[in-house]
């Protein structure tokens, strides 16, 4: 059995938090006003949960970090790097360094699984053969068929969903961004799924995960954030008295 | 490997292609014939002529004449007009009745020219002729033969716009093909960009494969246009014509295909652009 620390392993620099909002406010075409005043920082080896009720801003929150929507006022620094006025090319390289599991993850239809788990590499450049084995390995981890001649199309919600977060990490990303990554997968499933991000965050990556279940937290060992009417704020653990 | 984007699917727009660029070069074929025609119905009526030999009036006069006009530069085609040619002439219009015999002498010759001749041509060949000793009035294509040439000319030049349009229209429809391909697929590139795929890389691939599908596409119309031409040609209202091609028509049938293709490809090239500022962009 391959172990999910055999797969990830890096050092890193834990002193420049890899993700930093100040007064960030952010929104939509149709609403503007869905971050507000948003003050959020993670640091490099950190996991951060956060949840919250429909329409508290986990999404928008996401989607900033996914350098998809740039906020209105306050700055966004991601990788150490501010992103409200990255060019189109920069904007993409960054990407490269962002691991995103989408809450509704859209496969390459055509594709096999592993292809589309190693979609990200053959994007950087990277060659077949320097590839294949991790992507092989991890496939296996998370127990998807990496070669059984079906395509996306035909693979169940549940391998769906572990080809998208392996295909989030397959890169060795520095930030990873989960949408509900335990939704709808069996216990043992989604504790390989669980067991991949905690092996990932030894390995210094940032992982910021959005959920309506608070309980990940507790399995992931990560600090708790609460998300209302586009604000965000840390849950303090209670202590006994 | 399987390649970035699918290669399955686009059965319908192929078609749509193929059938456009068949279109397409049929069109421009059509033009370039009714052209051609027109410039060889324009070549005819230009450069008919007819000298009247006055003298001198010897039985063998208009033999020598026609000898002497034969070797004037630029003449060619030097046939006498025979009381029996006259008679076959006539009866076109004053009835089979017509004989030979009922007719007066002539002394006409007809000659056309071997190039286009400058406009006082009629008379540097009557000026000739008197040099070897004959007296003629040399007459060139009429006023209505000229205005004939005129229209036919200006049909030609219509043909020849229609034949640009519906060529443009058919091969835009690549170009839109191109376009309705890529949003087919637009799902794939949203996580494209999230993996951090360039403008670049997502419009690339977009473009090769709807100029590859472009080009087998516009292939299979410029085959279908080959065989629908050479087909229309066998009939026996248009064997004519088909006499009247030339090896740079097959330049229609050879650019359609590459066209399909740049149109194509420059479609998907900027619908997938959209598409993926849509999907990358910060808002």
Same mark, same amino acid.
């Given at each position: 059995m391959i172990s999910a620390d055999a797969i990830f392993d890096r050092d890193t620099d834990s002193a420049v938090p890899a993700v930093r909002l100040r007064g960030v406010k952010a929104g939509y075409r149709? +609403?503007?006003?869905?971050?507000?005043n948003l003050d959020f920082e993670a640091y490099p080896g950190a996991i951060a949960v956060i949840s919250g009720p429909p329409g508290a801003g986990k999404t928008a929150l996401i989607d900033v970090l996914r350098l998809f929507l740039n906020p209105t006022e306050g700055t966004a620094e991601v990788l150490g790097v501010n992103v409200s006025k990255l060019s189109g090319t920069a904007r993409a390289k960054l990407k490269r360094d962002i691991g995103f599991m989408s809450e509704s993850p859209v496969l390459?239809?055509?594709?096999?699984a592993f292809d589309n788990v190693s979609l990200p590499l053959r994007l950087a450049g990277a060659k077949a053969n320097a590839y294949a084995g991790d992507v092989e390995d991890l496939l296996k981890f998370l127990g998807v068929?990496? +070669?059984?001649?079906?395509i996306a199309s035909a693979l169940t919600g549940s391998e769906k969903r572990r080809a998208a977060l392996a295909r989030a990490v397959v890169g060795r990303p520095r930030l990873i961004l989960a949408e509900e990554p335990t939704a709808g997968l069996s216990q043992e499933i989604a504790g390989r799924m669980l067991r991949l991000l905690a092996s990932m965050r030894r390995a210094g990556t940032t992982i910021i995960v959005t959920t309506q279940d608070e309980n990940l937290a507790e399995q992931l060992g990560a600090q708790l954030w609460r998300m209302r009417d586009g604000r965000i704020a840390p849950v303090i653990a209670e202590t006994a008295a | 490997m399987t390649p970035i984007v699918p290669r399955a699917g686009g059965a319908a727009l192929f078609w749509v292609v193929a059938i456009a660029s068949m279109l397409a070069a049929i069109a421009v074929l059509s033009a370039l014939l009714a052209h051609r025609s027109a410039d060889s119905a324009d070549a005819v009526l230009r450069s008919q002529y007819i000298a009247r030999i006055l003298?001198?009036?010897?039985?063998?006069a208009l033999d020598d004449a026609a000898i002497a006009l034969n070797a004037v530069d630029g003449v060619e085609a030097v046939r006498i007009v025979t009381p029996e040619r006259a008679a076959a002439l006539l009866r076109n219009w004053?009835?089979?009745?017509?004989?030979?015999?009922?007719?007066?002498?002539?002394r006409l010759i007809t000659f056309s020219a071997d190039r286009s001749p400058a406009a006082d041509w009629t008379q540097t060949v009557a000026a000739t002729m008197r040099g070897a000793g004959f007296q003629a009035e040399v007459y060139g294509p009429g006023p209505a033969a000229v205005e004939a040439v005129r229209k036919s000319q200006e049909l030609a030049s219509v043909a020849i716009a229609i034949g640009g349009v519906l060529f443009g229209a058919a091969l835009l429809t690549a170009g839109l093909a191109g376009r309705t391909r890529v949003a087919s697929d637009r799902m794939l590139i949203r996580p494209l960009a999230d993996m951090g795929a360039t403008r670049g890389q997502v419009s690339r691939a977009f473009a090769a494969r709807a100029a590859v599908e472009g080009f087998t596409a516009g292939l299979m119309g410029a085959f279908g246009a080959s065989l629908l031409a050479a087909w229309a040609l066998s009939l026996p209202p248009f064997v004519a014509w088909?006499?009247?091609?030339?090896?740079?028509?097959a330049a229609p049938l050879l650019a359609t295909p590459l066209l399909a293709a740049l149109l194509a490809g420059a479609g998907a090239r900027s619908a997938s652009n959209r598409f993926y500022a849509n999907a990358a962009r910060s808002r």
């Amino acid at each position: 059995m391959i172990s999910a620390d055999a797969i990830f392993d890096r050092d890193t620099d834990s002193a420049v938090p890899a993700v930093r909002l100040r007064g960030v406010k952010a929104g939509y075409r149709k +609403r503007h006003d869905v971050l507000r005043n948003l003050d959020f920082e993670a640091y490099p080896g950190a996991i951060a949960v956060i949840s919250g009720p429909p329409g508290a801003g986990k999404t928008a929150l996401i989607d900033v970090l996914r350098l998809f929507l740039n906020p209105t006022e306050g700055t966004a620094e991601v990788l150490g790097v501010n992103v409200s006025k990255l060019s189109g090319t920069a904007r993409a390289k960054l990407k490269r360094d962002i691991g995103f599991m989408s809450e509704s993850p859209v496969l390459a239809d055509h594709m096999d699984a592993f292809d589309n788990v190693s979609l990200p590499l053959r994007l950087a450049g990277a060659k077949a053969n320097a590839y294949a084995g991790d992507v092989e390995d991890l496939l296996k981890f998370l127990g998807v068929p990496e +070669r059984d001649g079906r395509i996306a199309s035909a693979l169940t919600g549940s391998e769906k969903r572990r080809a998208a977060l392996a295909r989030a990490v397959v890169g060795r990303p520095r930030l990873i961004l989960a949408e509900e990554p335990t939704a709808g997968l069996s216990q043992e499933i989604a504790g390989r799924m669980l067991r991949l991000l905690a092996s990932m965050r030894r390995a210094g990556t940032t992982i910021i995960v959005t959920t309506q279940d608070e309980n990940l937290a507790e399995q992931l060992g990560a600090q708790l954030w609460r998300m209302r009417d586009g604000r965000i704020a840390p849950v303090i653990a209670e202590t006994a008295a | 490997m399987t390649p970035i984007v699918p290669r399955a699917g686009g059965a319908a727009l192929f078609w749509v292609v193929a059938i456009a660029s068949m279109l397409a070069a049929i069109a421009v074929l059509s033009a370039l014939l009714a052209h051609r025609s027109a410039d060889s119905a324009d070549a005819v009526l230009r450069s008919q002529y007819i000298a009247r030999i006055l003298a001198p009036e010897s039985a063998t006069a208009l033999d020598d004449a026609a000898i002497a006009l034969n070797a004037v530069d630029g003449v060619e085609a030097v046939r006498i007009v025979t009381p029996e040619r006259a008679a076959a002439l006539l009866r076109n219009w004053g009835g089979p009745n017509i004989q030979p015999t009922d007719l007066p002498a002539l002394r006409l010759i007809t000659f056309s020219a071997d190039r286009s001749p400058a406009a006082d041509w009629t008379q540097t060949v009557a000026a000739t002729m008197r040099g070897a000793g004959f007296q003629a009035e040399v007459y060139g294509p009429g006023p209505a033969a000229v205005e004939a040439v005129r229209k036919s000319q200006e049909l030609a030049s219509v043909a020849i716009a229609i034949g640009g349009v519906l060529f443009g229209a058919a091969l835009l429809t690549a170009g839109l093909a191109g376009r309705t391909r890529v949003a087919s697929d637009r799902m794939l590139i949203r996580p494209l960009a999230d993996m951090g795929a360039t403008r670049g890389q997502v419009s690339r691939a977009f473009a090769a494969r709807a100029a590859v599908e472009g080009f087998t596409a516009g292939l299979m119309g410029a085959f279908g246009a080959s065989l629908l031409a050479a087909w229309a040609l066998s009939l026996p209202p248009f064997v004519a014509w088909a006499a009247q091609l030339r090896q740079e028509d097959a330049a229609p049938l050879l650019a359609t295909p590459l066209l399909a293709a740049l149109l194509a490809g420059a479609g998907a090239r900027s619908a997938s652009n959209r598409f993926y500022a849509n999907a990358a962009r910060s808002r």
